[in-house]
């Protein structure tokens, strides 16, 4: 079965610092997709990254950038330059192969990490 | 132009009544979901609709229904509510095809449902 496991509940990071994410993962499948999604306050999910089994790079998508270590499942989101505004919670998310393995496309989220940036 | 909507973004009912959550996507996706997001923020899969057919149900009880009366919509009934689905419900949509993993899924602003 797939599972995502997110092990910092809250988190603390200063303005204008950089803070790291952590995410790992387990799955039997040969292919997957990775997803962080960002909850503000106001509730709306707001997808931030993708990174795929097979890529060669880490994602990057301006301030975000996914740490991504295959042999060791994990897949952490380094966020660069906090802004005050980066204050919500993160989810980690997978997604396996379409119909392989009994995934049928859905997402499978971690318990989140609550991070609140300091002015 | 919103791409997911939900309505009502609101609802608060009591217990034994029954109540429909709307999902309307504009995107032009393949396939729907609704996730269920409970008190401590965990989000969990409930259905998922590919071309108005459903290929997930997750240990949902029978009170929950998706209904789809095509492709753009999936529409949540809940039948004879419980203190226990007072939750947060989200409606997503995501592009499958060319069959994949790679498409993020697109999520509704969510309803926030609560059963006195």
């Known amino acids: 079965a797939q599972k995502i496991t997110q092990t910092q509940p809250g988190m603390f990071v200063q303005e204008k610092e950089a803070v790291t994410l952590d995410c790992t993962y387990d799955?039997?499948?040969?292919?997957?997709?990775l997803f962080w999604y960002k909850q503000p306050s106001s509730g709306e999910m707001i997808f931030l990254i993708y990174q795929g089994s097979y890529d060669q790079q880490n994602a990057t998508e301006g301030r975000y950038s996914l740490n991504f270590q295959k042999a060791r499942k994990s897949a952490n989101l380094v966020i660069s330059a906090s802004q005050l505004g980066d204050s919500a919670m993160y989810f980690c998310?997978?997604?396996?192969?379409?119909?392989?393995?009994?995934?049928?496309?859905?997402?499978?989220f971690g318990k989140g990490t609550k991070l609140s940036v300091k002015p | 132009d919103t791409a997911v909507s939900q309505t009502p973004k609101y609802l608060v009912t009591q217990m034994g009544n029954d109540k429909s959550i709307k999902c309307e996507q504009n995107l032009g996706h393949d396939t729907m979901y609704w996730y269920k997001q409970d008190s401590k923020k965990f989000l969990k899969i409930m259905f998922s609709?590919?071309?108005?057919?459903?290929?997930i149900n997750e240990t949902v009880p029978n009170r929950f229904s998706p209904k789809s009366p095509d492709k753009a919509h999936l529409n949540l009934h809940i039948n004879s509510l419980e203190l226990g689905d007072s939750a947060v419900y989200f409606c997503?949509?995501?592009?499958?095809?060319?069959?994949?993993?790679?498409?993020?899924?697109?999520f509704g602003p969510g309803t926030r449902l609560t059963v006195t």
């Open positions: 997503a949509s995501s592009q499958d095809r060319p069959r994949g993993y790679r498409y993020e899924q697109y």
């Open positions: 609709y590919n071309n108005k057919e459903l290929i």
């Open positions: 998310a997978m997604r396996g192969h379409m119909n392989y393995g009994g995934s049928q496309g859905n997402l499978i």
């Open positions: 799955t039997s499948d040969p292919s997957y997709g």
